[in-house]
């Protein structure tokens, strides 16, 4: 396989952990470029969920890479053979291909050592590596993941459990890679290596140095998803597994999304996230409403601070309400004048009131989840920003008491 067009350029490391720089030779011509710390494009079945693609490029700072599941596309893409991009009008954007779509539950007991299961809309796919790379090929990303086994996020996965899962996941990347080099199909795509061990120390520095060694452009770091574990153990883990890679690959953390999450995984030396939790945010009715202003124009320190979250709220389940987040659906935002969030300038915020989508939600109506996909992927680009913003100018402190507000000493981001 020839060597890899991208390329991580670094401009600052923070602690020899916290990576600023720009991600750069993305796209079949090595056009495109991505700044890091940086979030994906999410998509479900092709699209951004709610967003026409006019109404997506209303926003601004949209990431340049568009994350795609194979799972989703299997049964359209059989029948469509001139590649995806065109079959979903992504022209002018970095297609990622992921295994499994991270905003929707994997059930586990389906991997085989020659078989993954991925779950679409017509249910259970079984993938075997042929087939996974026939799919590749259909899709034609710009880059992939290479197949593997994740099964064991749980935190009853036995030690014995664990190492198979990484001696499967090497083994499928060298079958990956084989299919790849010979393929013609595949000539300018890029593929990711998957980073798997559970929460064993020792089979993920094992896992992460085995993949370094394989001709890969980038790692995909596997199995630490929201609600597998406590962050303490996440960035320990972390840290060991980024000992074991190279300077100049990007890694990509799967599964995490949560703001405070972010922010500590970025400190431990993540660059790319998966930008899923908008959707999951929109879906629960909800808008995302905390402070990350670190800026001090005193027009935008005089943003309105995020209002306090109602309701049940939990750190621990992908489902359950955060407290980053307000619930329009309550009676309280009835005859609530204001913008989701002051100083927002996305057109949600610039047009429309707290009151009119309390009334959206309660009367079901679709415009509801325009609004809505319109604020939280704003906001949470706007998040992003200000993280590279913090890196950039020894801020990342104070941006962590923005974002975590009175939680900030108790919660010390897990670190």
């Known amino acids: 396989m020839a060597g890899s067009r991208i390329k991580l350029e670094l401009s600052r490391v923070v602690q020899g952990k916290s990576r600023l720089g720009v991600l ?38 949209l990431s340049s890479v568009t994350q795609v599941t194979l799972a989703e596309h299997q049964e359209v893409l059989e029948e469509f053979k001139d590649g995806f991009k065109k079959f979903a009008g992504l022209h002018d954007t970095v297609l990622y291909c992921s295994l499994h779509d991270p905003a929707a539950p994997c059930p586990p007991g389906y991997t085989t050592n020659k078989t993954v299961s991925v779950w679409g809309s017509g249910g259970r796919i079984e993938l075997t590596v042929a087939k996974f790379m026939a799919l590749q090929k259909t899709v034609r990303p710009d880059w992939y993941q290479s197949m593997a086994d994740g099964e064991t996020w749980q935190s009853n996965t036995s030690r014995k459990r664990v190492r198979k899962s990484v001696d499967r996941t090497l083994a499928h990347l060298d079958e990956c890679l084989l299919v790849h080099q010979n393929s013609q199909e595949l000539q300018g795509v890029e593929v990711f290596g998957v980073v798997e061990g559970g929460d064993i120390l020792e089979e993920r520095v094992r896992s992460a140095r085995e993949t370094a060694k394989r001709p890969v452009a980038g790692f995909c770091l596997d199995g630490l998803q929201t609600g597998s574990m406590d962050q303490a153990l996440r960035t320990q883990l972390i840290a060991a597994m980024t000992k074991e890679l190279p300077e100049d690959k990007p890694r990509l953390l799967q599964g995490v999304g949560r703001p405070d999450e972010v922010l500590a995984c970025a400190e431990a030396g993540v660059d790319l996230f998966e930008s899923f939790f908008p959707f999951q945010v929109t879906e629960r009715g909800c808008a995302l409403c905390f402070n990350f202003d670190i800026s001090p124009d005193p027009e935008r320190a005089g943003r309105a601070p995020p209002t306090q979250p109602n309701g049940d709220v939990t750190l621990d389940d992908q489902t359950q309400m955060t407290s980053f987040e307000i619930n329009l659906k309550d009676k309280r935002y009835q005859d609530d004048f204001r913008p989701l969030v002051g100083g927002c300038g996305c057109y949600c915020c610039q047009n429309h009131q707290r009151a009119y989508l309390h009334h959206l939600l309660v009367t079901n109506e679709l415009l509801a989840g325009v609004l809505l996909m319109i604020h939280n992927t704003a906001h949470y680009n706007g998040f992003f920003s200000a993280l590279r913003e913090a890196i950039a100018n020894d801020k990342l402190d104070l941006l962590k008491r923005r974002v975590l507000g009175e939680r900030a000493d108790k919660m010390m981001l897990g670190c």
Not at 27 to 33: E, F, L, M, V
Request: some cysteine; proline content about 5%; glycine content about 14%.
């Open 24 to 61: 750069k030779g993305l796209g079949r011509t090595g056009q495109h470029s991505l700044e890091v710390p940086g979030c994906l494009l999410y998509t479900h079945f092709g699209t951004v969920p709610h967003l026409t693609q006019d109404t997506l490029h209303t926003l601004s700072n």
